[in-house]
């Protein structure tokens, strides 16, 4: 039986649902949807923030996880360049960082860079 409660319940859980499962879409949305980017990316002007607030709690240090210390230009281009960084920072099952992959607008500034030549600045 149908109280006016238990409607008011149902259809309130079903809002929430659909709001998060919309923003949940948006929010995983892929780098193909995005603006493409005309300007180049840098080191500098992007990469190192992003290593900063994402990777190198882990990936710095005298004992960095997977012995990679993603603190400075030369390590960041180098593993960047052999494809591994781009790899598992766009692997949906592996991702880098463990904890979620980074959002489609943080991955395409690194897909520019990488496009660019992984310039220093
Ligand atoms: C919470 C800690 C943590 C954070 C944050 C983190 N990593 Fe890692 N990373 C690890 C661990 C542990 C491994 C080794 C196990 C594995 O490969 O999954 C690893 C492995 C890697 C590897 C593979 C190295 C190899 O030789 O195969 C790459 C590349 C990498 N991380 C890049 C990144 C990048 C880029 C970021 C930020 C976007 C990041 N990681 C953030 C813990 C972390």
């Given at each position: 039986?149908?109280?006016?409660?238990k409607k008011?319940l149902?259809?309130?859980?079903l809002?929430i649902?659909t709001?998060?499962?919309?923003?949940?879409i948006?929010?995983?949305?892929?780098?193909?949807d995005l603006?493409?980017i005309?300007?180049v990316?840098t080191?500098?002007?992007?990469?190192?923030?992003?290593?900063?607030?994402n990777?190198i709690?882990?990936h710095?240090g005298?004992?960095?996880?997977?012995?990679?210390d993603l603190?400075n230009f030369?390590?960041?281009?180098l593993?960047?360049?052999?494809g591994?960084?781009i790899?598992?920072?766009?692997?949906?099952?592996?991702?880098?960082?463990?904890?979620?992959?980074?959002s489609?607008k943080i991955?395409?500034l690194v897909?520019?860079w990488?496009k660019d030549g992984?310039p220093e600045?």
């Amino acid at each position: 039986m149908q109280t006016p409660l238990k409607k008011w319940l149902l259809k309130g859980v079903l809002s929430i649902c659909t709001i998060s499962c919309t923003t949940a879409i948006i929010d995983e949305g892929t780098v193909d949807d995005l603006p493409v980017i005309t300007r180049v990316v840098t080191y500098q002007s992007d990469i190192q923030s992003i290593m900063t607030n994402n990777c190198i709690t882990c990936h710095s240090g005298p004992a960095p996880n997977a012995n990679l210390d993603l603190s400075n230009f030369q390590n960041v281009r180098l593993t960047a360049e052999n494809g591994v960084l781009i790899d598992r920072m766009n692997d949906a099952i592996n991702p880098m960082p463990p904890s979620g992959i980074l959002s489609p607008k943080i991955r395409q500034l690194v897909d520019k860079w990488a496009k660019d030549g992984f310039p220093e600045n």
